[in-house]
C-alpha cells in the first residue's frame, strides 16, 4: 500500500511537470496581456526541438542538455512570434494562437518525415536519465518561486502586471507596454518549450506526434484555477497532473475501468474545475486586449 | 522670457479631418494657461502634442525641460496601490528589488508637499474618483514637470473638490511650473487662469489675457457667433408616470439606498450630483440592467427609452450600420420584427426619420457610426430613444461630450418630448444643464436623495454644498 | 510602399505570398516546387476522381466552418468542431448500425442525430459559460479531447463491430448510405445539404431578428445586453446551433463517405475550418469558397505526399501560416489607410 502512495505521489510530481511549466508560461503571458493559446504549440516544437538536437550531437548526456537548451530555445522562438503578432501585428490573440498550434504540429510532425525518415514518432536519443528527469521535476518548484520572485518584488514584474491590466497607464510613465509584453510572451514561449522538453527527453527518449496531448490547453485552465499567480497555477498544475497519475495508476487494475475511459479524466477534471471556480476569479484587466 | 514649453506652427490631420491646423502655443513658467474650445476643436490632439504622445505632421515643440500630463480619463492600474502607480517606471530599488519602504516614504512626503491627504497603500480601484485623481496627480508631480497639462481636470469632481484641486495647482504655478489647462468650465478659467487661448475647428481663434475678457466674450469665439437658443418650454398637464420606492441597488460604494422619486408626465426631472453618487445604479435600476429591492412602478403601462451615458459601450454597436443602430432595442417591436425576420426596409426609413429630424450628419444611413462624429453618434441615440414616443424617458448625461450646437438640438427635443407630454427623469453631472431643463431638481449624495428644488425656488450655491455632502 | 502594402493585404497578395511559402516548404523537403505544384493540382483537380476527392475534404470543412462562423460572428470563440464532429458522426453512426427502416427515414434520423449530438456537444461548452462563465476557449479545448476518448471507448467496447479488427462500429446497409453526387466518385449529396446551410446562414444573418442580435452580441455585448438581448441564452443556443453544424457534418461524414464510424473519422477537420472560417471572412458564401480551397489543399496534399514525396503534414503548416498571414494582412491594410487610432477631441 505505501509502495502504491509513493509511486502514486512520484508519478503526480513527474506528470505535474510538464504542465507546471506550460502554466507558469500561460502565467506570465497572460500577466501582461497576452493570452497564450499556443502554449499546446510551443511544448511541441520544445519536444521536438529537444529530440533533434540530441539526435544530432548523439554524445550521451552533452546530447541531452544540448537538446534541452535547444528546446527551451525552440519554445522561446515560437513564443517571439506570437508576442510578434500578438504586439507588432495586432493579430487576435486567440487566431494567432489557434494558427501557431497547427503550425507547430503540423512541423514536427513534417520534421519526422525530413529528419528521421519515417513517419509517427522519432528514432530514440540520449534523453536526460532518471537524475536528469528528477533534476527538473525539482526545478519545476524552483521556476514557480523565481517567478513569484519576479512578478510581485522586481520592477520589471511590477510592469508586466501593469501592462497586463492598463498598458495605458505604462505608456502613461513612460514606458513601452508592447516591449514588456514581447519579453513576457517570449519567455512564455521558453518555459513551455521546457516542459515540452521534459516530455520527450526527460521521461523519455524520443518525440511522437501527439505527444503534448493537450497539455497546454490543461496548462490554460491551470492558470485559471490558480487565479493567474505562479504558486496558485503550480498548485493546480499539480492537481491536474494527479488525474494524470491516477490514470496509468488505475489502468488495468479494475476490468470495469477501461483505459480509454480513463484516458479522458484529466480532461474532465480540467473541465470540472473551469466550471467550478471561473465565475468566482477575474482575469488581469487587459487580458486579450491588443495594445 | 523664453517660454517653457513653445509649439509653433503645428499641423495634425486624421483621415477625414484637420485636427490641429497651424497652431502656435507657448506657455511661461509660473503661468496658468487656459485652452477651451468645443469638443472637436483639437484640444486634446493638441495637448497630446506637446505631450509628446503624438507626432505632429508639421511644426515643432521645445519644452525646457520634461512635459507631464493628467488625462480626463485617468490611466492608473486600478489593482495596483497607490504607491505603485505613482512610482510605475521609477521605483527605487534595493538590489534587484523594489525598495517598498522607500516608496512608500516618497509617494507620502510628495503628497504632504503638495498638501495632498492619500494613503500609498490603498488600491486605486478601491479610491473615490476624486482620490483616483490626486494619484494621477502625483504621478506628473514626481517627475518635477517644468510644464504641467491638464485634460479636462475637473470633469469628475465636487465644487469643494474642485477647489482644492485648483489650490494646488496654483502653488504649483507659483513654484515655477507652467501650467496648461484644457477645459470647457469657462468659470474656472475666469477665476484661476492668467491667459486662455480659444479653439474652433483646429485653429486658435483668439488669445488674450484673462482679466481683460468675459465667459461671454470666450464662449462667443468657441462657437464662432451667437450661442443656439434650446427650445421654449410649455404649460403642460402633469399627471403621475414612474414612481420609485424605497429603492436600494448596486454595491455599498456607488450604489442607492432608500431612494424615493416620482416623475409625472409633462415634466423633467433633473438628478443633480458628482459623478459616482449613485446615479449609474439607480438608472440601471430604473432600466431594469441590474437587480435592486423596492419598487419601480409604472402608473399604466410600461413604455420607456434609456439614453445610456456611454454611447460607445451601451447605446451602439458601432461596427453596425446607422439603419442597423436606429432599431437596436426596438427590434421586437412589432412593425420591426415580423415573425422571425428583421423588417430592414422599416429600420431604413426609421434610420432616415432620425437623420432628418435629429440633423445626424452622416454621408448616408448604410455608413457605419464608428465613422460619425461623438455628437452626430449622440444625436442617434437620442433621436431613437425618442421617436417611438415613449411614456417615459431615462436621459444620462444626455449632451456629455458632444459640441454646442448638438447639444442645443438634444436639449431642445428633450424639452419638446416632454412639452409633448412624456415625463423625463434626467441625471446629468453638468449642473447648468440640469438648471436650465428641470422642472424639480433632487440632489444626489452617497446613493441617497439628498434635497428636491422646484425650478422656481432653485439656488445654485444650496444646491453645489449638497452635492459635496454639507447640509 | 504603399502600393506595396496594398498588394500584400488584397487577396492575390496573399495568394502569391502563400505560394512561395509552400515552395519554400517543397525546397526544404528536396523537391522541385513545380514538381510539387503540379502534383498539388493534378491531385485535386486532375481528373474526376480527384475532383471528387477535393469536393469530398470541402463538404467535410464546410459543416465544420459555417458552425465556427456562427459563433464567432456572436463573439464566442468554439475550438471545439473537432469534438462536435466526432460526436455527431458517433451518434449517426450507432443509431445507423442499430436500426431497421425504410431508408428516406433512416438517412434523415441519421443526420438529424448527428446534429444533435454536436449540438449537445455544444451546448455543454455554452452552458458553462452562460451558468457559469467558464471561459469556452478552454472548455472546447478539452471537450475535444473528452469526446474523442469517450468515441474511442464505445467503438472498442459497446458499439463495436466484434467482425472487424479495428475500432469501429458495424457498416450501414448500402441502402442508408447518402446518394452519390458524382457517379464512381466517393462525393455524397452532403456536399448540397452544406451549400444550402451556408445560404440559409447568410439569410440568417442579413434578415432575421436571431441574426442580428447575435451579431449585436458579437460586436458591442454591453450595448446587446441593454438592448434586451439575453446574453445567457444566447451563448448556449449559439454554442449549440455551431456545434450542430459541425455535428451535422460528422454525420454526414458518416452516411455519405465512411459508412461506419470511426475515430479517424476526422484528420483534424474540425481546427483546419478554424482557418477556413476566418479565410472566408466569417461570411457564408466566402466560407464556401475558401472551404474549396482548402478542399484543394486537403486533396491535392494527400497526392503530392504520394507522387512527390512532400509529406501532407506539410500542409497542417501551410494553413497555419495562412492564418496567421490572412490575420497580419488586416494590419498592413489598416497601416496603409493610416488610420492610427487616435481619438478627435
Given at each position: 500500500m505505501t509502495g502504491l502512495v509513493l509511486t502514486l505521489l512520484w508519478l503526480t510530481l513527474v506528470k505535474s511537470t510538464p504542465i507546471i511549466y506550460a502554466a507558469l508560461g500561460g502565467v506570465i503571458s497572460e500577466r501582461s496581456g497576452v493570452i497564450n493559446i499556443g502554449l499546446e504549440g510551443m511544448m511541441a516544437a520544445g519536444a521536438f526541438g529537444a529530440v533533434v538536437a540530441s539526435y544530432y550531437i548523439a554524445h550521451g548526456i552533452v546530447g541531452a542538455l544540448t537538446g534541452l537548451i535547444v528546446?527551451?530555445?525552440?519554445?522561446?522562438?515560437?513564443?517571439?512570434?506570437?508576442?510578434?503578432?500578438?504586439?507588432?501585428?495586432k493579430v487576435d490573440q486567440i487566431v494567432a494562437g489557434v494558427g501557431i498550434n497547427l503550425i507547430c504540429s503540423g512541423g514536427a510532425a513534417y520534421g519526422l518525415v525530413l529528419i528521421f525518415n519515417q513517419p509517427g514518432a522519432s528514432r530514440q536519443v540520449n534523453g536526460l536519465g532518471n537524475n536528469g528527469e528528477s533534476a527538473l521535476v525539482a526545478l519545476a518548484f524552483l521556476v514557480a518561486f523565481a517567478l513569484y520572485w519576479l512578478l510581485y518584488r522586481t520592477p520589471w514584474g511590477l510592469r508586466v502586471r501593469a501592462t497586463g491590466e492598463n498598458p495605458l497607464a505604462v505608456k502613461s510613465a513612460g514606458l513601452d507596454p508592447l516591449r514588456f509584453r514581447m519579453i513576457a510572451v517570449t519567455l512564455s514561449g521558453a518555459l513551455a518549450g521546457l516542459g515540452g522538453a521534459f516530455l520527450s527527453i526527460g521521461e523519455l527518449n524520443l518525440y511522437s506526434d501527439g505527444m503534448t496531448a493537450g497539455r497546454g490547453f490543461i496548462a490554460l485552465a491551470a492558470v485559471i484555477f490558480g487565479r493567474w499567480t505562479p504558486l496558485g497555477a503550480t498548485g493546480a498544475a499539480i492537481v491536474f497532473g494527479l488525474f494524470e497519475a491516477l490514470q496509468y495508476a488505475l489502468e488495468g487494475r479494475f476490468a470495469w475501468l477501461p483505459a480509454d475511459a480513463l484516458s479522458a479524466l484529466p480532461y474532465v477534471a480540467a473541465l470540472v474545475v473551469l466550471a467550478g471556480i471561473t465565475g468566482r476569479v477575474r482575469a488581469p484587466a487587459a487580458d486579450g486586449v491588443p495594445y | 522670457m523664453t517660454p517653457a514649453l513653445q509649439l509653433r506652427g503645428i499641423r495634425k490631420r486624421f483621415p477625414g479631418i484637420v485636427a490641429v491646423d497651424d497652431v502656435d502655443l507657448e506657455l511661461y513658467a509660473g503661468e496658468i494657461h487656459a485652452l477651451v474650445g468645443e469638443n472637436g476643436a483639437g484640444k486634446s490632439t493638441l495637448a497630446a502634442i506637446a505631450f509628446g504622445e503624438l507626432r505632429p505632421d508639421a511644426g515643432s515643440v521645445s519644452a525646457t525641460g520634461s512635459v507631464g500630463l493628467v488625462h480626463q480619463h485617468f490611466e492608473l492600474v486600478g489593482r495596483l496601490r497607490v504607491w505603485q502607480n505613482v512610482l510605475l517606471g521609477r521605483e527605487p530599488r534595493d538590489g534587484w528589488r523594489i525598495d517598498v519602504g522607500a516608496a512608500r516614504k516618497r509617494v507620502a512626503s510628495l503628497a504632504a508637499a503638495n498638501n495632498l491627504a492619500i494613503e500609498p497603500d490603498a488600491f486605486v480601484d478601491e479610491l473615490p474618483i476624486g482620490i483616483q485623481q490626486r494619484v494621477e496627480l502625483l504621478r506628473e508631480l514626481e517627475r518635477e514637470p517644468a510644464v504641467l497639462l491638464l485634460d479636462e481636470p475637473t470633469s469628475a469632481l465636487a465644487p469643494a473638490e474642485i477647489d482644492a484641486f485648483f489650490a494646488t495647482v496654483v502653488a504649483l504655478a507659483q513654484r515655477g511650473t507652467a501650467v496648461l489647462i484644457v477645459t470647457h468650465k469657462l468659470q474656472e478659467v475666469i477665476s484661476y487662469s492668467a491667459r486662455v487661448s480659444v479653439?474652433?475647428?483646429?485653429?486658435i481663434v483668439a488669445a488674450m489675457p484673462t482679466k481683460e475678457t468675459s465667459v461671454d466674450e470666450i464662449a462667443r469665439a468657441m462657437v464662432g457667433g451667437a450661442l443656439p437658443q434650446?427650445?421654449?418650454?410649455?404649460?403642460?398637464?402633469?399627471?403621475?408616470?414612474?414612481?420609485?420606492?424605497?429603492?436600494?441597488?448596486g454595491a455599498a460604494e456607488g450604489g442607492v439606498s432608500g431612494i424615493d422619486l416620482e416623475t409625472r408626465s409633462g415634466e423633467i426631472v433633473g438628478i443633480a450630483g458628482v459623478e459616482g453618487n449613485g446615479q449609474t445604479a439607480l438608472a440601471d435600476a430604473i432600466a431594469g440592467m441590474i437587480p435592486y429591492r423596492g419598487s419601480v412602478a409604472f402608473a399604466g403601462q410600461r413604455n420607456l427609452a434609456v439614453i445610456p451615458q456611454d454611447r460607445h459601450l451601451e447605446g451602439l454597436v458601432l461596427n453596425f450600420s446607422v439603419v442597423e443602430n436606429a432599431v437596436l432595442g426596438r427590434q421586437h417591436r412589432p412593425g420591426i420584427q415580423r415573425g422571425a425576420l428583421l423588417d430592414y426596409a422599416r429600420a431604413r426609413s426609421d434610420a432616415r426619420t432620425i437623420v432628418e429630424r435629429f440633423d445626424v450628419r452622416a454621408p448616408s444611413v448604410d455608413v457605419k457610426v464608428r465613422t460619425l462624429s461623438g455628437g452626430n453618434q449622440q444625436k442617434l441615440v437620442v433621436g431613437r430613444a425618442l421617436i417611438d414616443r415613449p411614456r417615459f424617458v431615462l436621459a444620462y448625461n444626455p449632451t456629455r461630450g458632444v459640441d454646442v450646437g448638438a447639444t442645443a438640438l438634444v436639449q431642445s427635443r428633450l424639452v419638446e418630448a416632454r412639452n409633448g407630454g412624456a415625463a423625463i427623469l434626467l441625471i446629468s453631472f453638468d449642473l447648468d444643464e440640469i438648471l436650465s431643463l428641470a422642472d424639480r431638481i433632487l440632489v444626489m449624495y452617497r446613493g441617497k436623495i439628498a434635497g428636491s428644488f422646484d425650478r422656481a425656488n432653485v439656488d445654485r450655491a444650496a444646491i453645489g454644498r449638497l452635492m459635496a455632502g454639507s447640509q | 510602399?504603399?502600393?506595396?502594402?496594398?498588394?500584400?493585404?488584397?487577396?492575390?497578395?496573399?495568394?502569391?505570398?502563400?505560394?512561395?511559402?509552400?515552395?519554400?516548404?517543397?525546397?526544404?523537403?528536396?523537391?522541385?516546387?513545380?514538381?510539387?505544384?503540379?502534383?498539388?493540382?493534378?491531385?485535386?483537380?486532375?481528373?474526376?476522381?480527384?475532383?471528387?476527392?477535393?469536393?469530398?475534404?470541402?463538404?467535410?470543412?464546410?459543416?465544420?466552418?459555417?458552425?465556427?462562423?456562427?459563433?464567432?460572428?456572436?463573439?464566442?470563440?468554439?475550438?471545439?468542431?473537432?469534438?462536435?464532429?466526432?460526436?455527431?458522426?458517433?451518434?449517426?453512426?450507432?443509431?445507423?448500425?442499430?436500426?431497421?427502416?425504410?431508408?428516406?427515414?433512416?438517412?434523415?434520423?441519421?443526420?438529424?442525430?448527428?446534429?444533435?449530438?454536436?449540438?449537445?456537444?455544444?451546448?455543454i461548452a455554452g452552458w458553462m459559460k452562460a451558468k457559469l462563465r467558464a471561459n469556452e476557449i478552454i472548455s472546447t479545448l478539452m471537450l475535444n479531447f473528452v469526446a474523442q476518448y469517450i468515441t474511442l471507448y464505445l467503438v472498442d467496447g459497446p458499439l463495436k463491430n466484434p467482425a472487424a479488427t479495428g475500432a469501429e462500429t458495424a457498416w450501414l446497409v448500402p441502402s442508408y448510405w447518402l446518394p452519390t453526387l458524382i457517379p464512381h466518385t466517393r462525393l455524397s449529396i452532403g456536399l448540397l445539404i452544406a451549400v444550402a446551410l451556408a445560404v440559409l446562414l447568410q439569410f440568417v444573418f442579413t434578415r432575421t431578428v436571431f441574426g442580428y442580435e447575435l451579431r449585436a452580441a458579437g460586436e458591442a455585448p454591453e450595448a446587446a445586453r441593454r438592448s434586451g438581448i439575453n446574453l445567457g441564452r444566447l451563448t448556449w443556443l449559439t454554442l449549440a446551433i455551431s456545434g450542430a453544424f459541425a455535428g451535422l457534418g460528422g454525420a454526414t461524414i458518416v452516411t455519405g463517405?465512411?459508412?461506419?464510424?470511426?475515430?479517424?473519422?476526422?484528420?483534424?477537420?474540425?481546427?483546419?475550418?478554424?482557418?477556413?472560417?476566418?479565410?472566408?471572412?466569417?461570411?457564408?458564401?466566402?466560407?464556401c469558397?475558401?472551404?474549396?480551397?482548402?478542399?484543394?489543399?486537403?486533396?491535392?496534399?494527400?497526392?503530392?505526399?504520394?507522387?512527390?514525396?512532400?509529406?501532407?503534414?506539410?500542409?497542417?503548416?501551410?494553413?497555419?501560416?495562412?492564418?496567421?498571414?490572412l490575420a497580419a494582412r488586416r494590419y498592413v491594410a489598416q497601416r496603409s489607410e493610416r488610420i492610427e487610432g487616435a481619438p478627435v477631441a
Open positions: 528546446g527551451i530555445a525552440s519554445g522561446a522562438v515560437v513564443g517571439y512570434v506570437l508576442a510578434l503578432a500578438a504586439t507588432k501585428f | 479653439m474652433r475647428h483646429g485653429k434650446i427650445a421654449a418650454r410649455e404649460q403642460t398637464t402633469q399627471q403621475p408616470c414612474l414612481a420609485v420606492h424605497d429603492l436600494r441597488a | 510602399m504603399k502600393r506595396l502594402a496594398a498588394f500584400i493585404s488584397g487577396p492575390l497578395g496573399a495568394i502569391v505570398l502563400i505560394v512561395v511559402l509552400m515552395s519554400l516548404a517543397m525546397l526544404v523537403a528536396g523537391t522541385n516546387p513545380v514538381d510539387g505544384f503540379s502534383a498539388l493540382i493534378l491531385g485535386s483537380l486532375g481528373g474526376r476522381n480527384q475532383i471528387g476527392e477535393t469536393l469530398v475534404a470541402t463538404t467535410a470543412l464546410l459543416f465544420p466552418a459555417l458552425g465556427i462562423c456562427l459563433a464567432f460572428r456572436a463573439g464566442l470563440f468554439n475550438i471545439g468542431a473537432e469534438g462536435q464532429l466526432l460526436v455527431g458522426g458517433m451518434f449517426a453512426g450507432a443509431v445507423g448500425a442499430a436500426i431497421t427502416m425504410p431508408p428516406f427515414p433512416a438517412i434523415v434520423l441519421m443526420l438529424v442525430l448527428g446534429a444533435v449530438g454536436g449540438g449537445l456537444w455544444g451546448a463517405e465512411l459508412h461506419r464510424f470511426n475515430t479517424q473519422l476526422s484528420p483534424g477537420y474540425g481546427f483546419i475550418a478554424i482557418a477556413v472560417a476566418l479565410v472566408g471572412d466569417l461570411d457564408p458564401l466566402k466560407v469558397i475558401a472551404s474549396f480551397a482548402f478542399g484543394i489543399l486537403e486533396a491535392g496534399g494527400l497526392a503530392m505526399q504520394a507522387s512527390a514525396q512532400v509529406p501532407k503534414d506539410a500542409i497542417h503548416v501551410i494553413e497555419g501560416l495562412i492564418i496567421l498571414v
